[in-house]
């Protein structure tokens, strides 16, 4: 079912745009030709929905591996010519893959079927982006947002192969059951904490949608995208607003140097409070396969009981 549709003269130009390789990048094997429909999808996040909607008639191959950092990544030689053998490619939009936006374009171009998840979202329920992007592209952290992506994700899976709709439509809405009690979990772990409480402060400002649908404040180090450094005026700022209002713990994330938490926690030790490192959060990728943070789901769990355990 592959189709080899892709020219050479794209090949080429996709090519000139590459600007360099990764080390640490997931599954990167040919696809079999077991009679599955070839899918590529971006982010760990997105993998995990493509599988979890396309069941046994896709294989899915993801470009990031667990802990690689989306903003920053750029596609290999590989990337693009696994993309170009897929029969659909998946990825989230909004400026999250911000240094593949020309390539997902030149495939397009080329006639290969390109879904942007964050299409399926109304702009309405987006949140403003200060920082590269028009809208903040981290969908996945409020549930109900993700619940429409995976109608858009079924959407594509449909097109691509209208002989299995009915068998998607029908993982489509066992999915959306499960991310109903997910959410009915993290809206009843949240309510352990009383107001006061709920301030999540992390690396990067991934958790703008998370804050604003489960009720907490939020405080990024870096910016919407880690392309932007964090400044000192940045660390002694958040610094002070922990030591004023005596923020119990802070968070590294799986997908960015932990390094800057750190640094805060020690701005912070220099006024003479502390404040611990409340554990590790999954922010723009989930967890290894094998381990209990292997799906979307899971991690998100994990997530929401980090959280409501350091800050309790
Ligand atoms: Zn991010």
């Known amino acids: 079912m592959k189709k080899l549709s892709f020219s050479i003269i794209a090949l080429f130009m996709i090519g000139t745009l590459i600007t360099g390789c990764n080390a640490s990048n997931g599954n990167k094997d ?9 899918v590529v999808a971006t982010t760990t996040m997105l993998s995990d929905l493509t599988r979890a909607i396309g069941g046994e008639y896709v294989e899915v191959k993801g470009l990031m591996g667990p802990g690689i950092d989306p903003h920053l990544y750029k596609a290999s030689a590989g990337d693009v010519s696994l993309m170009q053998k897929s029969d659909m490619i998946v990825y989230n939009g909004l400026h999250l893959e911000g240094k593949m936006a020309e390539v997902f374009e ?19 329920k987006l949140l403003e982006s200060d ?7 981290h969908i996945w952290f409020d549930v109900n947002l993700w619940k429409d992506a995976a109608v858009e994700l079924a959407e594509g899976l449909k097109k691509l192969a209208p002989e299995h709709s009915e068998k998607f439509e029908a993982n489509l809405q066992s999915y959306l059951a499960e991310l109903d009690e997910l959410n009915e979990y993290i809206i009843q772990r949240a309510s352990e ?6 301030v999540l402060i992390t690396a990067h400002d991934a958790f703008n949608y ?3 649908a489960y009720g907490f404040e939020v405080k990024g180090l870096q910016g919407i995208s880690t392309a932007s450094e964090a400044g000192t005026s940045d ?20 997908s960015v140097p932990h390094k800057n ?3 805060l926690q020690e701005a912070v030790k220099a006024k003479g409070f502390e404040v611990k490192i409340g554990g ?20 998100f769990k994990s997530n929401i009981d980090t959280i409501v355990d350091a800050l309790k």
């Not at 920082?131 to 592209?137: A, F, K, L, R, V």
Request: hydrophobic share 30%.
């Open 261 to 263: 938490i750190e640094a």
């Open 131 to 137: 920082d590269g992007g028009i809208y903040d592209p």
């Open 210 to 212: 998370f804050g604003n």
């Open 193 to 198: 904490l009383p107001e006061k409480n709920r």
């Open 30 to 38: 040919a696809f079999n030709t077991d009679g599955k429909y070839n």
């Open 106 to 124: 030149n495939l397009t171009d080329s006639g290969k079927l390109v879904v942007t998840i964050s299409e399926g979202i109304d702009e309405a």
């Open 235 to 254: 660390l002694r700022e958040l610094a002070n607003y922990i030591v004023e209002n005596q923020i119990k713990a802070i968070f590294i994330e799986s």
């Open 280 to 299: 590790e959060l999954y922010s723009d990728s989930i967890g290894d396969i094998g381990t209990d943070t292997e799906t979307y789901i899971e991690t």
